[in-house]
């Protein structure tokens, strides 16, 4: 993210390409995968859809695999450690709240292939289509 202000980069996320992030994920469970439609929030919260197409936890490699997982999740920036928190996610038809992942759950899970958006349309809602 950028400040719009300065042009000065704010922060930087990465899953996968290590040491340029500005920010660590609290464990490999947090982290997202072909993200997507990303927000960020006055309070330092950034939201994004995670398609999750490549997530080494579920061996998703192709868009047909078993085991893919989508979400939207929230997450909460913090600059004074460099972590970034798990503030919120959503996933369908198991609430997972950032626990392990195993492939018995992934094969369950609601796969989104492209596409998708999340909205925040209240304090404390969101629509996810």
């Given amino acids: 993210?950028?400040?719009?202000?300065?042009?000065?980069?704010?922060?930087?996320?990465?899953s996968v390409?290590?040491?340029?992030?500005?920010h660590e994920f609290q464990n490999d469970f947090h982290k997202f995968y072909t993200p997507h439609d990303a927000s960020y929030?006055?309070?330092?919260?950034?939201?994004?859809?995670?398609?999750?197409?490549?997530?080494?936890?579920?061996e998703c490699d192709t868009d047909w695999s078993l085991g893919c997982m989508s979400r939207a999740v929230c997450y909460t920036?913090?600059?004074?450690?460099?972590?970034?928190?798990?503030?919120?996610?959503?996933?369908?038809?198991?609430?997972l709240n950032g626990s392990p992942l195993n492939a018995s759950v992934l094969d369950?899970?609601?796969?989104?292939?492209?596409?998708?958006?999340?909205?925040k349309i209240g304090e404390n809602d969101w629509s996810l289509s």
Wanted: glycine share 10%; net charge negative.
């Fill in 1 to 14: 993210g950028m400040s719009v202000a300065t042009l000065k980069k704010v922060f930087l996320i990465s």
């Fill in 17 to 22: 390409i290590p040491g340029i992030a500005t």
């Fill in 41 to 58: 929030h006055g309070n330092d919260t950034l939201c994004l859809v995670d398609d999750g197409f490549m997530r080494p936890q579920a």
């Fill in 77 to 95: 920036l913090d600059h004074d450690t460099g972590m970034l928190d798990l503030a919120w996610e959503f996933e369908f038809p198991d609430e």
């Fill in 108 to 119: 369950n899970e609601l796969y989104n292939m492209n596409g998708g958006s999340l909205r």
